[in-house]
T-cell receptor, first 113, second 113 residues
């Protein structure tokens, strides 16, 4: 069965650069969530989208922005990268905003040097 | 504040043995509780999901219990295998939070031969 796809899987950037992470939800899923997991830390909810509109907002820095496109894929744009942004970024998708089940992607490992 | 606490933080068991992981939560109003297995550097994989009315759910060698009155859940792993070595994360969803999740800190399980 098709799963959540994230690209790239690994990304290395320097401080103050920008990065764009992509998430392709499971087909027919209309809701996308972004999480950030620092080394040894719990995943932290960043932001979610339902039907191409921002649904909920968590601890997403102002330097980050995200959007969901007409084909339901989502992109997380990160600017002015800091060393502390190094983390695993997970995307999850679900069918419906109030769905119980979120399916996680494999994650993008971002390293900021 | 919504919180999820897991114990123990880490656990080492011998292959073939059983173990039980604990999760206590203060998320309110409660919607559902999930147990995820997360291999290092990978996305979390759902093991079980339980709503308020469910108190036991099994998935192969994994059995989760939920006591909504005491706000406690456990994950029991039977006949452990080396591939069970991973972090097990308890995640609780609040009913009024647009399906945002509160993650526990996880239990790091290591199964030794």
């Amino acid at each position: 069965a098709a799963g959540v796809i994230q690209s790239p899987r690994h990304l290395i950037k320097e401080k103050r650069e920008t990065a764009t992470l992509k998430c392709y939800p499971i087909p027919r899923h209309d809701t996308v969530y972004w999480y950030q997991q620092g080394p040894g830390q719990d995943p932290q909810f960043l932001i979610s989208f339902y039907e191409k509109m921002q649904s909920d907002k968590g601890s997403i820095p102002d330097r980050f922005s995200a959007q969901q496109f007409s084909d339901y894929h989502s992109e997380l744009n990160m600017s002015s990268l800091e060393l502390g942004d190094s983390a695993l970024y997970f995307c999850a998708s679900s069918l419906g905003r109030e769905s119980y089940e979120q399916y996680f992607g494999p994650g993008t490992r971002l390293t900021v040097t | 504040k919504n919180q999820v606490e897991q114990s123990p933080q880490s656990l080492i068991i011998l292959e073939g043995k059983n173990c039980t992981l604990q999760c206590n939560y203060t998320v309110s109003p409660f919607s559902n509780l999930r147990w995820y297995k997360q291999d290092t550097g990978r996305g979390p994989v759902s093991l079980t999901i339980m709503t308020f009315s469910e108190n036991t759910k099994s998935n192969g060698r994994y059995t989760a219990t939920l006591d909504a009155d005491t706000k406690q859940s456990s994950l029991h792993i039977t006949a452990s295998q080396l591939s069970d070595s991973a972090s097990y994360i308890c995640v609780v969803s609040a009913a009024n939070a647009g399906n945002m999740l509160t993650f526990g800190g996880g239990t790091r399980l290591m199964v030794k031969p």
